[in-house]
């Protein structure tokens, strides 16, 4: 009988359980015959014998060896380390819907709009995974966030892709949070988005329509509902409204669209920042003053059946987050009535937030400091005013040269250009 080298006292060996006709059953080690093949075991002082379920000797071989494997001290250590790190690699296999889920639950009490809009981003990145074959975390690569990210623009082929500069930062910022959090959790080795630079706010950002151009998009309204079918597509109307205040203003779509009625007292309206709710009481609010026929285009909204009789523009059967992605939508529609340029001729996008530059630009066209401007666009310092809106417009340059010129012939300079 062949005996394995021991190991601690342990010999396991394979013999062969002779049929009565077979010509070799004196000889428990032969090996040719197709017999039944067995394994004697001693170990401790023990002896036991063990059908290694097969008519093959090389196979009862493999068998015998994953017995002394068992016992193997060494190999039932690397057997552990092996079964450890497979476990860990099946905990990294964690669906990108649930990963998301986790994340978002992890976060501040549900509800509050800052959570609210990071499930806006948990929406975004798991139809992103679901339209590139993306399964778990670990699936995404830093080549697949690249070309995302390469793919969103204001003027995208695909709408989920159209994204403002200011939405795009902000958009980079959240999936780098997500991916970070996820890479903490092991539910990928590496952090994918590591290589991905910070999108940074420039000049592009600020995109304030001349006065032509606002009354092009209040006419597009008109032509909005020529073209609709049904009387609950018509909503000219209140689009009109949404973007006079807007205009007039410069408040973000979200809060307007969350306006209650008793928010708008004669011409004085005071708005809710939604992005400052977690402010200190009285730090959210703020106020502002409409002219006249904004005042009008609110107060004359008819009610809808869809509307609650309390706000301008939302029904309160959705949260505040998904009535402003309704409007969007809405808003969205009437760039099939516009053909707007930009300063380089190029056809240009509406966007919401276009009336909030304008509002801005405006307003220092007309004379109002920097820092005034910053404190009726509500933002936390006259440094970020600066960054979206102290870059020159093709109006800007103008006025400042007409006002440098002006200064220059009170000082007895002349000038021979006739436009000058």
């Given at each position: 009988m062949t005996t394995s080298e021991p190991i601690a006292?342990?010999?396991?060996?394979?013999?062969?359980?002779?049929?009565?006709?077979?010509?070799?059953?004196?000889?428990?080690?032969?090996?040719?015959?197709?017999?039944?093949?067995?394994?004697?075991?001693r170990e401790g002082g023990k002896t036991q014998y063990l059908s290694a379920k097969t008519r093959s000797w090389e196979q009862a071989e493999r068998v015998a060896q994953a017995e002394r494997d068992k016992r193997d001290p060494v190999k039932i250590e690397l057997q552990k380390i092996a079964e450890s790190e497979a476990a860990k690699d099946a905990f990294r296999l964690k669906p990108m819907g649930e990963a998301l889920e986790q994340w978002l639950a992890g976060m501040k009490t549900p509800g509050e709009s800052s959570v609210d809009a990071y499930r806006s981003t948990s929406r975004k990145i798991?139809?992103?995974?679901?339209?590139?074959?993306?399964?778990?975390?670990s699936d995404v690569t830093p080549a697949m966030l690249d070309t995302w990210r390469a793919?969103?623009?204001?003027?995208?082929?695909?709408?989920?892709?159209?994204?403002?500069?200011?939405?795009?930062?902000t958009l980079l910022t959240r999936v780098k949070a997500f991916l970070r959090w996820a890479t903490a959790m092991e539910y990928t080795r590496r952090n994918p988005a590591l290589i991905l630079k910070a999108i940074t706010p420039d000049a592009s950002q600020t995109w304030p329509l001349t006065p032509t151009q606002f009354e092009e998009l209040l006419s597009a309204t008109h032509k909005l509902d020529a073209s609709a079918r049904y009387k609950s597509a018509k909503i000219g109307q209140p689009l009109r409204a949404l973007f006079l205040v807007q205009?007039?203003?410069?408040?973000r779509v979200g809060d307007v669209l969350a306006l209650p009625k008793s928010a708008l007292q004669d011409n004085r309206l005071t708005a809710v920042i939604q992005k400052k709710r977690n402010?200190?009481?009285?730090?959210?609010?703020?106020?502002?003053?409409?002219?006249?026929?904004?005042?009008?285009?609110?107060?004359?909204?008819?009610?809808?059946?869809?509307?609650?009789?309390?706000?301008?523009?939302?029904?309160?059967?959705?949260?505040e987050h998904v009535n402003t992605n309704k409007w969007l939508r809405k808003v969205d529609r009437i760039n099939g009535y516009l053909s707007f340029t930009d300063e380089a001729g190029k056809p240009m996008g509406f966007r919401s937030h276009m009336l909030r530059d304008t509002f801005a630009v405006e307003m220092l066209l007309a004379g109002v400091p920097l820092e005034k401007v910053s404190k009726l666009l509500a933002h936390e310092s006259v440094t970020v005013t600066e960054r979206y809106y102290a870059k020159w417009t093709a109006s800007r340059r103008q006025q400042l040269e007409g006002e440098a010129v002006a200064a220059m012939r009170k000082m007895g300079a002349t000038f021979s250009v006739a436009q000058v």
């Open positions: 006292s342990l010999t396991i060996s394979v013999f062969a359980r002779h049929s009565a006709d077979c010509p070799k059953g004196d000889d428990p080690q032969w090996k040719r015959c197709k017999c039944r093949k067995s394994l004697y075991i798991q139809q992103w995974a679901e339209s590139v074959g993306v399964v778990y975390v793919s969103w623009s204001p003027d995208a082929k695909y709408k989920a892709n159209r994204l403002a500069l200011t939405t795009q930062a205009r007039w203003t410069g408040l402010r200190k009481p009285g730090a959210c609010q703020l106020e502002c003053i409409l002219p006249d026929h904004v005042v009008q285009a609110l107060t004359t909204l008819p009610l809808r059946e869809e509307d609650h009789p309390d706000y301008f523009f939302w029904s309160k059967k959705c949260s």
